[in-house]
């Protein structure tokens, strides 16, 4: 056998007890003090306003994906970018190959072809940021009322603390 | 210089498809949408011109280019078999009544950059090239499937197809890796040849030492081809991706992809197990490899026709009828023989005519009376008797009963499946057959035997003529099949 399963197997039954003790170990041996602060999102700094659950905009995503595709244009371009030179004049790694014509031909048809999915995206108004949605369409999907489009930060911050005191009311009573 | 380009000359069909689909998008914003059917009409004339250079290749010598590309005439008739029904579904959905246009150029494009990645995939030996073609068709179909973004049932549709994809991709590419790690080399026709006394041992030397890993990754890249070819248990993204997707994009799934799968399954299978010089431990490992096959040929047809029978969407009816055509396939392959193979392909060229036809009926039917439900098909052939007639044809083809191309295909399979002895798999097809019989003839009752509700269907003449034609030609070659027969044999010479 080429392959020592034992071994495989060690290592994974270890890195599986080392996770499970090391929880054990950390949940013996820490103080338990529990304030209701301690448990929120941030407990130094900023107070955390409605719920996390919320939609957020889909237009930083285009934005992110158009960065994507560029991001990657240039790490192709860099190393043919820097053995161009070698290329072009016949020397170094490229002496003798005679690539040099073709290699400029074959990057340059390569930015053609990206900068033709710019042009189209631009010409089709993918990459407009789109300024509004109608408030309508986001109604319903966010679970809770936290996170509707249309609510001002005051009026969410006024929405949790009357649900927090609400909850206070609900602890007495207990 | 010379030496860079030269293997180019090899890669024209590719090249000249890449350039059409670029072409497409510049037209597309060239046009500006005024008249959006030009850019169909290019796709089709290049379409064309990519044929008749694929013509022109059919007997040449197989030659290699780049060290992964093979250029044969297997892979040959695979790429005649894209073309000619990327041609089909451009018709499509040129007369598609429920496309918008809006956008249109991307739709080439993405159906262009389809038959790209199906190109790549089934000229190839060398596993990595074969999985970056699968990935390229893949990506291309799971924006094709969310094309009318609009629409509920096609973004649904697309994110099932994404998330079976991406997961089943990983799985055979898990399985790739495996077998490299094992033999050392992603070249089929390597993998299978080395003696396995040297470093790296071979699959020959791998499979003596060590069977559960060589399983394991057989098993594993297996899985990605039956996902392709919706075999059963991969198969359940296919009845809600056929649904939502538009339906020129459906027919493309069905028919242009699945032969890739097809396309891919054959020539790994070959290469690996049936190549000259192949070990004779690889060969020998290749026949139970093929019994595992004739196994999910059996579940899968068997699935695919039971499903069938309580579905009421026409859409979801195909899809899954194209799940038991898969199995049917499967008979062919299971085999492990050229002959067995050459009836597999044999099949896929009657599907081709038969499921064309049956799609083309759907989108007809859709784009008149806005639903694709069975119900709605009461007494549709008194309203439109030419295309419900054909519609019948390519029913009856679809069953298997003469004198149509299916019966042909079917009894080729059957025919390879007995000479390799598997009886009882044989025995299974011939009973799925009468099962199917039940639901594609409760279409032709639908479309006949019942009184039509009111109202009358818009024409569309020249789509129409195309069924026409699909019509005429599913029963031509099902009386004179010999041309295709040939045609297949000098392919299959690799």
Same mark, same amino acid.
């Given at each position: 056998?080429?392959?020592?399963?034992?071994?495989?197997?060690?290592?994974?039954?270890?890195?599986?007890?080392?996770?499970?003790?090391?929880?054990?170990?950390?949940?013996?041996?820490?103080?338990?003090?529990?304030?209701?602060?301690?448990?929120?999102?941030?407990?130094?700094?900023?107070?955390?306003?409605?719920?996390?659950?919320?939609? $957020?905009?889909?237009?930083?995503?285009?934005? *992110?994906?158009?960065?994507?595709?560029?991001?990657?244009?240039?790490?192709?371009?860099?190393?043919?970018?820097?053995?161009?030179?070698?290329?072009?004049?016949?020397?170094?790694?490229?002496?003798?190959?005679?690539?040099?014509?073709? @290699?400029?031909?074959?990057?340059?048809?390569?930015?053609?072809?990206?900068?033709?999915?710019?042009?189209?995206?631009?010409?089709?108004?993918?990459?407009?940021?789109?300024?509004?949605?109608?408030?309508?369409?986001?109604?319903?999907?966010? %679970? =809770?009322?936290?996170?509707?489009?249309?609510?001002?930060?005051?009026?969410?911050?006024?929405?949790?603390?009357?649900?927090?005191?609400? +909850?206070?009311?609900?602890?007495?009573?207990? | 210089?010379?030496?860079?380009?030269? %293997?180019?000359?090899?890669?024209?069909?590719?090249?000249?498809?890449?350039?059409? @689909?670029?072409?497409?998008?510049?037209?597309?914003?060239?046009?500006?949408?005024?008249?959006?059917?030009?850019?169909?009409? $290019?796709?089709?004339?290049?379409?064309?011109?990519?044929?008749?250079?694929?013509?022109?290749?059919?007997?040449?010598?197989?030659?290699?280019?780049?060290?992964?590309?093979?250029?044969?005439?297997?892979?040959?008739?695979?790429?005649?078999?894209?073309?000619?029904?990327?041609?089909?579904?451009?018709?499509?959905?040129?007369?598609?009544?429920?496309?918008?246009?809006?956008?249109?150029?991307?739709?080439? /494009?993405?159906?262009?950059?389809?038959?790209?990645?199906?190109?790549?995939?089934?000229?190839?030996?060398?596993?990595?090239?074969?999985?970056?073609?699968?990935?390229?068709?893949?990506?291309?179909?799971?924006?094709?499937?969310? /094309?009318?973004?609009?629409?509920?049932?096609?973004?649904?549709?697309?994110?099932?197809?994404?998330?079976?994809?991406?997961? +089943?991709?990983?799985?055979?590419?898990?399985?790739?890796?495996?077998?490299?790690?094992?033999?050392?080399?992603?070249?089929?026709?390597?993998?299978?040849? +080395?003696?396995?006394?040297?470093?790296?041992?071979?699959?020959?030397?791998?499979?003596?030492?060590?069977?559960?890993?060589?399983?394991?990754?057989?098993?594993?890249?297996?899985? =990605?081809?039956?996902?392709?070819?919706?075999?059963? %248990?991969?198969?359940?993204?296919?009845?809600?991706?056929?649904?939502?997707?538009?339906?020129?994009?459906?027919?493309?799934?069905?028919?242009?992809?699945?032969?890739?799968?097809?396309? *891919?399954?054959?020539?790994?299978?070959? !290469?690996?197990?049936?190549?000259?010089?192949?070990? +004779?431990?690889?060969?020998?490992?290749?026949?139970?490899?093929?019994?595992?096959?004739?196994?999910?040929?059996?579940?899968?047809?068997?699935?695919?026709?039971?499903?069938?029978?309580?579905?009421?969407?026409?859409?979801?009816?195909?899809?899954?009828?194209?799940? !038991?055509?898969?199995?049917?396939?499967?008979?062919?392959?299971?085999?492990?023989?050229?002959?067995?193979?050459?009836?597999?392909?044999?099949?896929?060229?009657?599907?081709?005519?038969?499921?064309?036809?049956?799609?083309?009926?759907?989108?007809?039917?859709?784009?008149?009376?806005?639903?694709?439900?069975?119900?709605?098909?009461?007494?549709?052939?008194?309203?439109?008797?030419?295309?419900?007639? @054909?519609?019948?044809?390519?029913?009856?083809?679809?069953?298997?009963? %003469?004198?149509?191309?299916?019966?042909?295909?079917?009894?080729?399979?059957?025919?390879?499946?007995?000479?390799?002895?598997?009886?009882?798999?044989?025995?299974?097809?011939?009973?799925?057959?009468?099962?199917?019989?039940?639901?594609?003839?409760?279409?032709?009752?639908?479309?006949?035997?019942?009184?039509?509700?009111?109202?009358?269907?818009?024409?569309?003449?020249?789509? *129409?003529?195309?069924?026409?034609?699909?019509?005429?030609?599913?029963?031509?070659?099902?009386?004179?099949?010999?041309?295709?027969?040939?045609?297949?044999?000098?392919?299959?010479?690799?």
């Amino acid at each position: 056998m080429y392959f020592d399963y034992l071994n495989v197997f060690l290592f994974a039954s270890v890195g599986f007890i080392f996770v499970f003790a090391n929880v054990l170990i950390g949940s013996l041996i820490r103080p338990k003090r529990k304030h209701p602060e301690g448990l929120e999102v941030y407990e130094c700094g900023e107070e955390a306003i409605g719920e996390t659950w919320i939609k $957020f905009d889909i237009r930083y995503y285009t934005v *992110a994906l158009v960065y994507v595709i560029f991001a990657v244009e240039i790490a192709f371009l860099f190393p043919w970018a820097i053995v161009l030179t070698d290329a072009m004049a016949g020397t170094g790694a490229a002496e003798g190959a005679g690539i040099g014509l073709f @290699a400029l031909v074959e990057g340059l048809m390569f930015i053609a072809i990206l900068f033709l999915g710019l042009w189209y995206v631009w010409a089709k108004g993918d990459l407009d940021w789109v300024l509004a949605y109608s408030s309508k369409e986001f109604e319903g999907n966010a %679970p =809770g009322s936290a996170g509707k489009l249309g609510q001002s930060v005051e009026e969410l911050k006024a929405a949790s603390e009357a649900e927090a005191e609400e +909850s206070d009311d609900s602890d007495e009573a207990a | 210089m010379d030496a860079y380009i030269e %293997p180019l000359k090899a890669l024209a069909p590719e090249l000249l498809l890449t350039a059409a @689909a670029l072409g497409a998008l510049v037209l597309d914003l060239l046009m500006r949408g005024r008249d959006s059917r030009f850019v169909g009409y $290019f796709t089709l004339v290049s379409l064309a011109i990519v044929a008749i250079i694929l013509m022109n290749r059919i007997g040449d010598e197989p030659t290699a280019a780049f060290g992964m590309v093979v250029v044969d005439n297997f892979g040959t008739f695979f790429k005649l078999f894209t073309v000619a029904s990327l041609a089909v579904v451009t018709i499509f959905v040129l007369s598609d009544r429920n496309e918008s246009h809006h956008h249109i150029g991307e739709y080439y /494009f993405l159906l262009l950059g389809a038959a790209i990645g199906i190109f790549f995939m089934v000229s190839t030996n060398h596993l990595l090239l074969l999985m970056l073609g699968l990935e390229l068709l893949s990506l291309a179909s799971y924006a094709l499937a969310g /094309f009318h973004k609009g629409e509920r049932k096609s973004a649904e549709a697309a994110m099932k197809y994404v998330v079976f994809g991406g997961l +089943s991709a990983g799985v055979m590419l898990y399985g790739i890796s495996l077998l490299y790690g094992l033999t050392g080399t992603l070249d089929l026709v390597e993998m299978a040849k +080395s003696t396995g006394e040297a470093m790296p041992a071979g699959l020959a030397g791998q499979l003596t030492t060590s069977a559960v890993p060589v399983a394991l990754a057989m098993v594993l890249v297996l899985a =990605g081809f039956a996902y392709k070819m919706s075999v059963v %248990p991969f198969h359940f993204w296919t009845p809600d991706v056929y649904e939502g997707a538009p339906t020129p994009v459906t027919t493309f799934l069905a028919v242009a992809s699945k032969a890739a799968g097809v396309a *891919a399954l054959l020539r790994f299978l070959g !290469a690996l197990f049936l190549g000259p010089d192949v070990q +004779s431990v690889v060969a020998e490992y290749g026949a139970s490899v093929g019994q595992l096959l004739a196994i999910l040929a059996a579940v899968t047809m068997t699935l695919g026709n039971l499903s069938a029978m309580r579905q009421t969407s026409l859409k979801r009816l195909l899809a899954y009828s194209s799940i !038991a055509h898969a199995g049917y396939i499967l008979i062919g392959v299971a085999t492990m023989t050229g002959a067995g193979f050459e009836a597999a392909m044999f099949y896929m060229a009657a599907y081709y005519f038969m499921n064309l036809g049956a799609f083309g009926f759907v989108l007809y039917f859709e784009g008149t009376l806005g639903s694709d439900s069975i119900e709605a098909l009461k007494g549709y052939g008194f309203k439109a008797p030419l295309i419900s007639i @054909a519609m019948v044809t390519f029913l009856v083809s679809l069953t298997g009963l %003469p004198p149509t191309i299916g019966f042909y295909g079917k009894y080729l399979l059957f025919k390879e499946g007995l000479d390799a002895g598997m009886y009882w798999l044989v025995g299974v097809a011939a009973l799925n057959s009468v099962v199917s019989l039940f639901y594609y003839f409760r279409i032709a009752k639908m479309l006949f035997l019942k009184e039509p509700a009111s109202g009358s269907v818009p024409r569309q003449p020249l789509f *129409a003529g195309l069924l026409a034609v699909l019509c005429v030609l599913t029963i031509y070659f099902g009386l004179l099949p010999d041309a295709i027969q040939e045609f297949v044999r000098n392919c299959l010479l690799i």
